[in-house]
């Protein structure tokens, strides 16, 4: 089906609020086109422009990619320094047409590893976007699902020594607020790419219900329909929740 009737169609159709993207297989591109892991990051980024254009048009709420996990500090010290340098970069190149197009950008994870700088520079080009009420971009940066929830452990527990709150007044939806993605639904489609059937610490508090859904294709060949592929085939499923 041509592209502006696949987003003719979702739109027919109660849209996922909220969708979580892991961009998995820039590594293999990069191999395959005989290039560097970080040219293949690179290609990975220009992916995630053609999926956040597609995300407006078919008017999503909420989006957000996995661009760097607490656990891929473990590649090799070349990797990551241009990782951290491409999203910083990528940013402080598309923040004001992201936001000239009405759409709200934050970073989500952990503050653990990066300087006190690059987190500054991070906030600082988000803020341009914080007056929108378009799109929500999230970049799940130093992200990692069992982090978030060791650091809201922690604020909670200082939270009841202070006299805060009560241990009581612990439950979900209590967790939920001290989590990297308070006041953000919990995301209803989880997309996977590169053949890899994980969750890879992603979104694990949040992606309990979620369904999921993934292809072969390595990130920097995903496109614009294969996401509206993925949001049809959600459209079709049924979800129950634990209920009948
Ligand atoms: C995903 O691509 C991007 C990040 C994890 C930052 P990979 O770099 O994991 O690509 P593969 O899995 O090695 O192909
Ligand atoms: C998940 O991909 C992390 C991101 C996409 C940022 P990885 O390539 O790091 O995951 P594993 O190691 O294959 O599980
Ligand atoms: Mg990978």
């Known amino acids: 089906m041509e592209y502006k009737k696949m987003v003719d169609q979702a739109k027919m159709l109660a849209l996922p609020k909220h969708i979580g993207v892991i961009m998995d297989g820039n590594g293999r591109w990069a191999r395959k086109h005989h290039t560097t892991r970080i040219n293949g990051h690179k ?29 891929n500090w473990r590649r090799s010290k070349q990797e990551v320094h241009g990782l951290l340098k491409l999203i910083i970069n990528t940013l402080m190149q598309e923040i004001d047409e992201l936001a ?14 990066l300087s006190d700088d690059y987190h500054k ?19 799940a940066m130093n992200y990692g699902g069992k982090q978030e929830i060791i650091e ?15 241990s009581d007044d612990i439950d979900h939806d209590m967790l939920s607020d001290y989590l990297y993605t308070k006041s953000i639904p919990d995301p209803d489609l989880l997309i996977r790419t590169s053949g890899e059937f994980r969750l890879s610490n992603f979104l694990i508090w949040q992606a309990a219900y979620a369904e999921l859904w993934f292809t072969e294709t390595l990130w920097p060949d995903f496109n614009r329909t294969e996401f509206l592929q993925a949001i049809l085939d959600y459209q079709k499923r049924q979800r129950r929740f634990g209920a009948t």
């Open 152 to 166: 809201a452990v922690s604020s909670i527990v200082k939270d009841v020594e202070t006299g805060k709150i009560s």
């Open 100 to 113: 000239a197009n009405n759409i709200v950008v934050r970073f989500i994870g952990s503050k653990k590893g």
């Open 121 to 139: 520079r991070i906030t600082e080009n988000c803020q341009k976007s914080w007056k929108n009420n378009g799109l929500n971009l999230n970049v």
């Open 43 to 71: 290609r990975g980024a220009e992916a995630v422009r053609e999926i956040v254009e597609a995300s407006v048009e078919v008017g999503l709420d909420y989006l957000t990619v996995y661009a760097f996990s607490t656990e």
